[in-house]
């Protein structure tokens, strides 16, 4: 281990062979705790569960150069309650860099709770520091974040699929109304157009949509 500059301790070497959930590389976790002790305490638990402490930080203020920086797989953060500034970090993250974060803390607060589940939180755990139970409740942030990025990416989709399908129509209505062409030769013209150039129909779509709203 040592300690740079700017009071982060990161981990230089790292012999463990288990792994999280069987995954295939160790897993990289990113440790924030100003209590030393309770530090001490979460990494010999990390340790113990086959992970890597990628660095260990007192303070959350830098956290989003770090994830760029680092790439951990994970976030552990211990507060006594989760302030606005850290909140916003963790927003910027689960935009920019998503990844699992478990958040221990003393504040049950129920509008405190959601506001950190809405930051990105995956597991918001009350009173519940404990070195045994690391693992499982590690293992639960995982299952969730998987399953809300599997939902974000469903959503993305059906987002994108109806766009497409939207500029289809828009540029068939151009074509019957420029070209006197029914729906379906209008249908069938955009699609000689991809096939013809090698790319998808909604683009050709899009393609006509532009130029036409450059001519109005």
């Not at 300690?3 to 230089?12: E, R, V, W, Y």
């Not at 590690?138 to 990025?149: C, K």
């Not at 998808?200 to 949509?209: C, D, F, H, Y």
Request: proline share 2%; net charge neutral; with cysteine.
């Amino acid at each position: 281990m040592r300690l740079d500059t700017n009071g982060i301790s990161i981990a230089l070497t790292c012999n463990m062979n288990q792994s999280l959930n069987n995954q295939e590389h160790t897993l990289r976790v990113l440790l924030v705790e100003e209590n030393l002790e309770r530090a001490v305490m979460l990494k010999q638990a990390l340790h113990e569960a086959g992970c890597y402490t990628a660095a260990h930080v007192a303070a959350s203020h830098d956290l989003m150069g770090l994830v760029g920086r680092l790439k951990p797989d994970m976030i552990i953060l211990d507060t006594e309650s989760p302030d606005r500034d850290t909140l916003e970090h963790l927003c910027v993250i689960s935009r920019d860099h998503p990844r699992p974060i478990v958040m221990f803390t003393n504040d049950g607060d129920r509008a405190k709770m959601q506001h950190a589940m809405r930051a990105g939180v995956s597991a918001y755990v009350v009173n519940g520091l404990k070195g045994e139970r690391l693992s499982s409740i590690m293992d639960v942030a995982i299952a969730r974040f998987n399953e809300l990025q599997s939902l974000r990416q469903d959503l993305a989709k059906a987002e994108t699929q109806l766009a497409e399908r939207k500029d289809i129509e828009r540029a068939k209505g151009i074509l019957m109304k420029q070209r006197g062409w029914s729906e379906e030769e209008s249908y069938q013209a955009l699609r000689k157009m991809a096939m013809g150039n090698g790319i998808k129909l909604s683009e050709v779509a899009r393609q006509i949509v532009s130029v036409a709203e450059l001519l109005v």
